[in-house]
């Protein structure tokens, strides 16, 4: 079972893969028909779901609601011991990123055999020498 973390970047595709400006949706749906399958095992911080809702209301403010309440349903596992916020606050502190980005990342990075999966280039960049980070666009393992 391949074990991730998945940004709100990501978490957006699978709900708005019709949107226009929307890259590596099919990367997107692969990751999440393989959560469904059970071949994927999603692990999340604690402030996911509030960040993914932030995202939703400003992008598609008619489906939300019935978005979130969709995600909520999933039940997906919640790291949020104090070694995630103290790795977080360390990787806000050195790459110069908003904790909400490096608590993704810290989850991944203090679980074994996790990865980030993101699409935000610009953190991954900053973020690549720490490990245990992927861009969505280079999923390739589903």
């Not at 402030?47 to 909520?72: I, Q």
């Not at 070694?83 to 990075?109: K, P």
Request: charged fraction near 25%; glycine fraction near 2%; proline fraction near 4%.
């Amino acid at each position: 079972m391949t074990r991730v973390v998945v940004d709100a970047s990501v978490v957006v595709k699978w709900l708005l893969p019709q949107r226009e400006d929307e890259a590596d949706v099919e990367q997107a749906l692969r990751l999440i028909e393989g959560l469904r399958s059970g071949r994927v095992r999603v692990f999340q911080p604690v402030h996911w779901l509030a960040e993914t809702a932030a995202v939703l209301v400003r992008l598609s403010p008619e489906t939300a609601a019935a978005d979130v309440a969709d995600l909520y349903t999933m039940d997906l596992p919640i790291e949020n011991g104090p070694n995630v916020y103290l790795t977080a606050c360390e990787l806000a502190r050195s790459l110069n990123h908003h904790v909400f980005d490096t608590l993704y990342h810290a989850v991944a990075l203090t679980l074994p055999d996790t990865v980030l999966i993101t699409a935000d280039v610009r953190y991954e960049r900053a973020a690549r020498q720490r490990g245990s980070i992927m861009l969505l666009s280079d999923l390739s393992f589903l």
